[in-house]
């Protein structure tokens, strides 16, 4: 399985090093002909802006657009989640807008910038998933098609999916637990 990375800025190479420990190809995406051959893509956390500009100046915006609002599989954690919205709340531009959610950057203040919180997310069994919230968006609402996979306990939506696109407002990424990115893998590309 070749699972393409998007390594223009941010939390990239965790991405990287999840996939290879789940025994997936990783290939680093920084332009359009990278994205020939996957199977997959993820689209990391770091800056939504600043990733954004650069896919615009890499090219690759449109047809990442393409792909992930033609049925091809994509992740996106936090600034990914952000860039894969129809629409998000305290952006400059237009994100993706493939998936129908509407979200809110850096939707949890100041003084919890960073947080951690064990979530249970019920398609991953039973032990809760160590979510590690770093200036992180939330989802402020749901289209339809979409499966709202998990909330912090106070209610808001932090990771979901519609059809082949999966994302988390938190960084499976940055923990050694690899389920997440194994159910992008199992029911996303896999099936
Ligand atoms: N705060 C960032 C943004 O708005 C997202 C943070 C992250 O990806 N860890 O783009």
Redesign the pocket.
């Known amino acids: 399985m070749k699972i393409g990375v998007l390594a223009l800025q941010?939390a990239f190479r965790e991405h990287i090093s999840a996939l290879q420990r789940l025994k997936a190809e990783a290939p680093l995406i920084r332009l359009p002909q990278d994205l020939e051959g996957l199977d997959g893509l993820i689209i990391p956390?770091?800056?939504?802006?600043s990733i954004g500009q650069l896919m615009e100046s890499y090219r690759v915006m449109e047809p990442i657009r393409g792909l992930a609002g033609g049925g091809f599989p994509v992740m996106g954690t936090?600034?990914g989640l952000?860039l894969l919205g129809k629409k998000a709340r305290g952006l400059s531009f237009d994100p993706l807008g493939v998936m129908d959610i509407e979200v809110r950057?850096?939707a949890f203040g100041r003084q919890v910038d960073s947080f951690e919180s064990s979530l249970p997310i019920p398609v991953l069994g039973e032990t809760p998933f160590p979510g590690v919230f770093?200036?992180?968006?939330m989802i402020e609402a749901v289209g339809e098609g979409v499966e709202v996979l998990a909330r912090l306990p106070q209610g808001p939506v932090v990771a979901a999916r519609q059809g082949r696109l999966l994302v988390s407002a938190f960084?499976p990424e940055l923990t050694r637990d690899l389920r997440f990115h194994a159910y992008f893998l199992n029911t996303m590309i896999a099936s």
């Open positions: 941010g956390g770091g800056e939504s802006t936090c600034a952000i950057r850096n770093i200036r992180a968006p960084h």
